[in-house]
């Protein structure tokens, strides 16, 4: 618990006491090895620490994002090119080292920037579909697939991550006229979002899928959710709005 500020010349310094991991000492130690004339104590690196990643505005946090959704892609992309029979196993093993690492900084990275354009009114794309059909879902979400030639298409469907929200999972939108393979959805999403590589090839995550006749259970395990975009109507019917305003329009004959 913080206590309150020292006298004198440390009138901006106070003594802070916790518990941390057992190998945070080593990586302190090296901290202040690379800076040793700005980081001289255990004080100075958390200080140096919190200065770099906290307080971001959302401008740099989501710049900072930006590369390493990049780099995770490219090193999504090498790690597919490799053998896991064992006969590559060191540079698997780097590169799952490397990928831990953007990942976790592309998780904090995101945390200041996203949860703010959640809080904004939402900004909607409008999506031609055939028959002169169409649909409106939020601009955030991904749109998978060839968007220009979206009028040859009648529905839309959505793949959410339920319980994604802390690993800043987008929603994508993709175009289909009634028959697709989850599996081919899926890797075009990856490209667009590498992260989600981990989760589609975790056994524990679970999938669900709207045209299923059982009901989406989240207990606490991530699940891949395929929702079809319902028509504007069935919630006008129902005197509901839709949600996150997201839905199909049909061209009145």
Not at 102 to 115: P, Q
Request: glycine residues 6%; hydrophobic residues 35%; proline residues 5%.
């Amino acid at each position: 618990m913080a206590r309150l500020p020292l006298q004198g010349s440390k009138m901006n310094k106070i003594k802070f006491g916790t518990t941390v991991e057992v190998a945070t000492p080593d990586r302190i130690k090296e901290l202040r090895s690379k800076n040793p004339e700005s980081i001289r104590s255990t004080g100075e690196a958390i200080d140096y620490l919190t200065a770099m990643f906290t307080g971001l505005t959302p401008r740099v946090a989501e710049a900072m994002d930006k590369a390493c959704q990049k780099e995770l892609q490219l090193t999504a992309q090498e790690m597919r090119r490799l053998s896991f029979d064992g006969s590559e196993e060191l540079s698997v093993a780097e590169l799952e080292r490397d990928y831990d690492q953007f990942l976790r900084l592309h998780e904090h990275f995101s945390l200041y920037y996203m949860d703010l354009a959640e809080n904004e009114p939402r900004d909607m794309r409008r999506i031609d579909l055939a028959d002169n059909d169409f649909a409106v879902v939020p601009s955030s979400w991904i749109l998978l697939g060839d968007g220009e030639s979206s009028e040859s298409f009648s529905q839309v469907s959505v793949v959410e991550i339920c319980g994604g929200a802390k690993h800043g999972a987008p929603h994508f939108a993709f175009l289909h006229n009634g028959e697709y393979n989850e599996e081919d959805v899926l890797d075009l999403a990856i490209q667009k979002w590498p992260p989600l590589f981990d989760l589609a090839h975790d056994p524990c995550v679970g999938r669900w899928n709207s045209k299923s006749a059982k009901s989406c259970v989240y207990n606490g395990v991530p699940v891949i959710c395929f929702h079809e975009l319902q028509d504007a109507s069935f919630y006008e019917g129902r005197g509901l709005d839709a949600p996150c305003g997201a839905a199909v329009h049909r061209c009145q004959q």
